[in-house]
């Protein structure tokens, strides 16, 4: 060793204590002191609940990848640079020693995952790393454990593997599910799964009325209850939307997620739904924030009537996008208010709901919820149930929801399938009613398709689709494919030639469509109206439901010369399904 080198190994030595006093500092100042520190092999190991294999090899390992000692962790920093307890002659010694033609002798390392712990060479680590060596030559003791340490591992990480050890050293869920994934990135995630467990354990020996095995309920739970919602994570390809997160993460933000909305709510809404609204309010591809603020700022100065809603398909995109459809309308949204016309509308989702399998919730939206209010809800709230049960249907909801009942109902629509509404005030024959028009507002916005029920009811039997072949007439060709084809309806299919080039392929177009189904269908072009021809059909009992796309021109053209829409909500006593 010559005496240059040991006086430049001092200086060198000297650096190091001043960056290992600035590391230590900024990670005070920064919130993260832990940050700065090397992990205790011992501890680790004993909250992984590791086991230290007998046998060792020689390898070359990443430096970056040593992140603890087994006795010396108290003595140098996270990145190895040396502390005041480390003699300064030791450690000069040591770097000098590299200059000479031995250089530095391999250390033993024990292998945690992709992490190594010093358990003899510390002094040799800290100086590779100051001379800018990128991996050391070490002799290495695998330990296994249930878990992988990351190679960027941080207290954090450590509290999360340790939990996550405990979890599975409870569960045994890797031991009856080889190979299976639950990694999570924020600490409580596995009590919170641990609780999760034991509730559906409890469930499951009520719905079962036996004593159900602990294994026996981890079982059913990953296989029923958390596999059918990362399959859906997976389907619908939420790890790019939210990449800092994993799949368990997701499973249980979509847990608290979905608990948060039916309690706002009032009703289950599903892990369908509940993933869905989470990607669309939280997503980091979707958050636009300028987009966003501009939105709530013309929100303020554009009249309701004139606001444009999601695009055309969106609720069919939902199914699409959802698992494989058994019904169409699963959920339906009524809204209830104290007119006689409300319970023509809840007869018309009580048939539905027969048909379809459905859940009715029912809303009744006030603008000031009051003391004084409170029995007309109750009343409101009774009467309505109780004609749900009598008519048999036990999948039912009622809530009461305060404020603008176009909002509410939109905000409420997202959740469900179809709106379904008493028709008491059809949107007005001048451009100042129909600019002035609730329904009409309500049409361009809700993100579903609407039914009108203005008294009579629909039995779905003979339907009558006006077509022009625009956007939302193909959705409510969709509708009408599904009715003919699930429902055995009739349908009349009709498309005016007034404002068309040529409806003949428009027409062509539909049945092109319609005959990949078993349906019963009758095609008709008429030159006159839709309106007029639709209370020409109407009066003589040849159908009775309209299925219509919602408003397809600019929103100011259609308030200033009206539309096909108002007018035969105007004009037609027949429940109207309003597509979009």
Known sequence: MLKNDFVQALDNYRKARRSAAFQELLARLTGNPEDAKLFSYEEVRQQLQAIEKST?????????????????YHDFTRKFLPKASISQNRWARVMAITKGLSGLPPIDVYKIGEVYFVKDGNHRVSVAKQMGNTSIQAYITEVESRVNLPQDLKMDDLIIKAEYVKFLEKTKLDKLKPGVDLNATKPGAYPTLLEHIEVHRHYMGIEQKREISYSESVLHWYEKIFSPVVNIIRRRG????????TETDLYLWAANHRGALEQELGWDIGSEAALSDLTEKHSSLKRKPIREFLSRLLAKFIPDVLE?????????????DFT??????????LALDDTQNTWNALDQAILIARLENSRIHGIHIHPEVTENSQKDHHDLREEFETRCRNAGINRFDFLVSEGDVGKSLIEHAQFADLVILPLNHPPGDK????LESGLS?????CPVPILTVPGQITHLKNILLAYDGSIKAKEALFIAAYLGSQRQSSLKIITSGAGLDDPASVQKEAKAYLSRFPIKSEYLITQSPIPDEVSRLARNNEIDLILIGGYGGGSLFEVVLGSVVDQILREIQLPILICR
Do not use: C, H, Q
């Open 431 to 434: 451009p100042i009613n129909r």
């Open 324 to 333: 494989i459809l058994e019904y169409l309308f699963t959920d339906l949204l």
């Open 441 to 445: 507002a309500l049409i361009r916005s």
């Open 56 to 72: 060792e090899r020689l390898a070359e390992i990443p430096l970056d990848a040593i992140v603890g000692s087994v006795g010396r």
């Open 308 to 320: 444009g809603g999601p695009p055309p398909g969106t609720w069919r995109k939902k199914l699409i």
């Open 238 to 245: 939420m790890l790019r939307d939210f990449p800092e997160r």
